[in-house]
């Protein structure tokens, strides 16, 4: 079974030699192999509707359409009364990052999976309605991914950043030139836009204790807390905790925490932490996108704002040969 399949033929044998070939007109940076005649009739069918992915779901491995793959994505990741551009600008991301990740065979026997975490989220169920206005917003932006110098970006996304996004570098540790934080205003409607967990002084000590006995953590929690080093998105890079310091991450993640960005308020018996954004903050926010949607800008520039130096283009075909066969 081929885990990625590009009809009809002639496309597949004239992806043979670039990876992507992009629409002409829709590049400055990428020159498109010269599509002959035949093949130009051949592409007049929507990329996404000729395109299949094989799709790892709880119920097995599912081949389908592209464009039934971003339907189902979007419908996971993005509320569907979301203004169009912003709906359009998350299909452009989600179609990229599939993309993307098929190209990198993270899976066996599959392109991609339905698991939030790991791939996108995806589901077949939705009113009439929002499956209506995804549909729309899928078939509108067909083919279109973003690039940087010519190659699918690693089109990340997450809920809302709390004012300013991540840089990778930050998150990660690798400096990606698209993936750096830029401000994100409008998100205060989000409704995960701030988060308060208390935690006894016994509970946060134990959660710190199994990710590092070490910590001294006797006496008052006032004075657990020590220095905390900020990264240029805001949250926390580094934070000293009983004399131990912890990434942010880290600790985000040993806390359950909703994002880096985070504040503590202290006292003899609690510690009350408050996180601004949801998410691992690097790259599209989906709030930012509806607030910049909603003050009127369109699926490009808000594109462009969350992965600054990227372009927008149009996939006429894929190397079928960059996807492993299984
Ligand atoms: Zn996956």
Known sequence: MKRLILIPLALI????????????GETDRVQPAPVPEQAKQSVSAPFDTRTTLCV????????????????GTLLAEMPADFPAEALKAQAIASRTFALRKAETGKH???????????????????????????????????GLVVTYEGAL??????????????????????DIPYLQSVDSPGEEDAPRFTDTVIFSAEEFADQ???ICPDANLSGSPVNWIGEI???VGGGIDTVFIGGVAFKGTTLRSALGLRSTDMDFAVTDSEITVTTRGFGHRVGFSQYGAKAMADSGSDFAEILTHYYPGTEIKK???IKQSSFTSV
């Not at 995804?134 to 509108?140: G, L, N, R, S, Y």
């Not at 970006?153 to 690798?174: R, Y």
């Open 13 to 24: 044998l004239l992806c043979c030699a670039p990876f992507l070939i992009f629409a002409e």
């Open 56 to 71: 790892l779901t709880d119920g097995g491995v599912r081949k389908m359409s592209l464009e039934d793959y971003l339907v």
């Open 108 to 142: 066996i026997g599959a392109d991609v999976c339905t698991d939030f975490a790991c791939c996108q989220g995806w589901r077949e169920d939705g009113t009439a309605e929002e499956i209506a206005r995804i549909t729309q917003a899928v078939c509108d932006t067909d």
């Open 153 to 174: 970006i690693d089109a990340t996304f997450f809920s809302c950043s709390g004012g300013k996004t991540e840089a990778a570098l930050a998150v990660w540790g690798s």
């Open 208 to 210: 710190i204790s199994k």
């Open 229 to 231: 080093s900020m990264t």
């Open 315 to 317: 996939l006429l075909c």
